[in-house]
């Protein structure tokens, strides 16, 4: 039995390594593009696909950098109207505030000179008004102070009239004390008498 092992033994060496060789070797000559067996027409066709390749990453290394040059571009074209604009908006924002500035010294030279203006024909009327009134200056200022007189009469009687009605609503509303009344009473009967001689 052990030298029926022994015997076989290299025959499932020889057998198993048969084996690898044919996995290891799925191509025929010429099959291969990869390998030493390959066609010219492969070899080619593979080189040209390389450079291919090679064209196409150093083209889109190309685009990459253009892009990308484009960006910085474009970003340093904004930054420069962003700054642009501001420069314009300062300079519109001065140019307005210089324009308010001169039309308010311009609104204050014609205020100042319609004052003026007011002033001198207010002075010319007062002068005219004198000269023609001097001589019956007196007599109109004590009619005037008559009118005064007459009218500070007439409203210190309205008042005297007005806080007698209203000591009168105070007594008949029966909300004062005895003493109260009685004060008021008197008031109220002082300043009637007031008013009565003020009439005559």
Not at 125 to 150: A, S
Request: aromatic content about 6%.
């Amino acid at each position: 039995m052990r030298g029926l092992i022994l015997a076989l033994f290299p025959l499932l060496l020889l057998l198993g390594c048969g084996e690898s060789n044919s996995r290891q070797q799925p191509y025929l000559m010429g099959q291969n593009p990869n390998g030493p067996y390959a066609t010219p027409q492969q070899v080619r066709e593979r080189s040209e696909k390389i450079e291919t390749a090679k064209i196409k990453a150093d083209a889109d290394k190309e685009i990459a950098l253009i892009n990308k040059a484009r960006d910085i571009e474009v970003q340093k074209l904004i930054s420069e109207t962003d700054v642009a604009k501001a420069g314009i908006t300062k300079e519109v924002a001065m140019e307005e505030a210089q324009t308010k500035k001169i039309a308010i010294e311009k609104e204050h030279e014609q205020t100042t000179y319609l004052y003026w203006l007011i002033a001198a024909a207010l002075l010319m009327l007062f002068w005219f008004l004198f000269y023609y009134t001097g001589k019956n200056r007196k007599e109109r200022l004590k009619i005037h102070e008559d009118e005064l007189l007459y009218k500070l009469r007439v409203q210190e009687q309205e008042m005297k009239m007005k806080m007698a009605e209203k000591m009168l609503d105070s007594i008949t509303s029966g909300k004062l004390s005895p003493e109260q009344e009685n004060r008021l009473i008197e008031t109220l009967e002082n300043t009637t008498t007031k008013l009565i001689e003020q009439k005559r």
